[in-house]
């Protein structure tokens, strides 16, 4: 999605849409993390224990969203004049890496039971826990979705991915036990292991980069920009926008932009010109703050290539 629909939701409604996705998300991974432990005892599956690793990460990544959700979203304080909404991203970057050591981890774990096979146990329970590990990833997902949809927030996105993750993850997991036990092939359960380490590999590239870019302020996508130059251009007295700068920090949006108008018109006449750009702007971008820069048209001046 683009910026667009995200930063048109009033900021309260926003809140509450983040606050609840992280709430539900909480809830969810501790019935999963309970039921998961309980069939890895009972069955000795690695596989078992793979989707046990995950769910445990997604525990500690849903508390950090909700710790990190609403810290991002504080107002701006003293301390804290552009808000607090790069906890956002910062909880991204802190599920990747936890992603990334569960991985690790879980391939030395297969490659250990690939050296020393072992025959699995109460195979229907795992595969009873893992289809109600299913239903339950499929309904949080869903929400997760709407909610990413009406916010754009990263942090719900990141924590999205492992649980759209769980659901490819939790079907190999039924695959790997029922293989395990209807062939007698024990290397099926480690095997699986290994592949579902790869894809939580690169789930956390997913959630690190789309974090870094956050991080390190990229600009909104081009489609945006370019409705933003339009706004500003609808105004009969502007002339041309130039330097162009935007970024966006948990629920907020940083807009920068130069105007250019009449080299005779008033002062006082380019603030009103620039307060009519400024309403347009905030009209469709809410949470936008917006700082707009002056120039009299035909004037050269030194101008960054980038806008």
Known sequence: MTATTAMTL??????????????????????????????????????????????????????????AVRHALAPADSE?????????PLAGMAQAAFIAGSSVLLVLEALNRLAVPSRLAHVEIGIGVTVLSILL???????????????????????????????LLNGSVILSLLLSSWLG???????????????LLRSAWV???????????????????????????THPEVRAVHDLRTRSSGPD?????????????????????????ERDILNAYPNAEVLIHQDPAGIEEPRKTFA
């Open 207 to 233: 959630v690190g980069r789309k974090s870094l870019d956050r991080l390190m302020d990229r600009e909104l996508p081009d489609a945006d920009r370019g409705r933003l130059r339009a706004l500003a251009l």
């Open 185 to 199: 092939w024990q290397l099926f359960d480690p095997l699986f292991a290994v592949a579902i380490a790869a894809f």
């Open 253 to 277: 949006l940083f807009i920068q932009l130069h105007l250019e108008m009449d080299g005779a018109m008033s002062l006082q006449r380019a603030h009103e010109v620039s307060d009519a750009v």
């Open 137 to 167: 990833t499929l309904g949080l997902v869903t929400y997760q979705r709407s909610v990413i949809r009406a916010t754009g927030s990263v942090a719900i996105d990141a924590d999205s991915l492992h649980y759209q993750g769980d659901l």
């Open 80 to 88: 804290h004049r552009f808000g607090h909404g790069k906890a956002e």
């Open 10 to 67: 009033a900021p309260e409604r926003r809140a509450q849409l983040m606050k609840r996705a992280t709430y539900a998300s909480t809830a969810v991974v501790t019935i999963l993390v309970t039921a998961k432990t309980v069939a890895w005892l009972i069955t000795d599956s690695v596989s078992v224990l793979a989707s046990l690793l995950d769910s445990l990460l997604d525990a500690a990544a849903s508390l950090v969203n909700l710790v």
